[in-house]
């Protein structure tokens, strides 16, 4: 079922751009899940990861090019291909955005320690912030300072809440408590 995923890491791979499987998909194998959607970060620009993609004839949803983001569709099958970038000026679910090279800035932008693992195409896990280990101890901690990170975009309280499932034994930060339901009235806002 993952020829697609397969075809698009060849395609990029032959033009010598580095792709890694991201986030989701990784923490969910890793946790067992049998079903999920890939996600690739890839180190280069949309407009390239556009033209690679329309030129092997792929469907392609470019909708939010402006954050990085294109949707590749092989089979009725949608993979997300997001270039690496850093944001900044958040403000709820806006940012601005300019795209980097270095794979360490796009993770840093990534919400949770488990969502900014990164596989390469020979199988190697690029874990930046010791993802796997909190995955594996039922952790669920912000990248950097939670009330911030959760100022630059509200929706991660219920991603945080969403991600309290995943778990039987779950450890949470002792400040998030408070951090997170100071920051609830925001959600209605936002």
């Not at 009725?76 to 270039?83: H, P």
């Not at 596989?119 to 190697?124: D, F, H």
């Amino acid at each position: 079922s993952n020829s697609g995923a397969k075809y698009i890491t060849e395609l990029f791979s032959k033009k010598h751009i580095e792709i890694r499987f991201v986030g989701g998909c990784i923490r969910d194998a890793l946790i067992g899940f049998s079903k999920y959607d890939i996600d690739f970060a890839i180190n280069c620009e949309p407009d390239t990861t556009i033209k690679i993609l329309l030129k092997n004839n792929i469907k392609v949803n470019d909708y939010s090019k402006s954050y990085g983001v294109v949707i590749a569709t092989i089979n009725n099958q949608k993979f997300e291909i997001t270039s690496l970038r850093e944001d900044y000026n958040q403000k709820g679910r806006g940012t601005n955005v300019k795209f980097t090279d270095d794979w360490t800035k796009d993770a840093l932008r990534r919400d949770f320690t488990f969502n900014a693992m990164y596989l390469s195409l020979s199988g190697e896990l690029y874990d930046y912030f010791n993802g796997e280990s909190d995955l594996k101890n039922g952790i669920i901690k912000f990248i950097g300072d939670a009330d911030i990170r959760i100022k630059e975009d509200y929706l991660r309280i219920l991603r945080f809440h969403r991600f309290l499932g995943f778990f039987k034994n779950i450890y949470i930060h002792s400040n998030y408590e408070e951090v997170l339901n100071e920051n609830i009235p925001f959600i209605k806002n936002n």
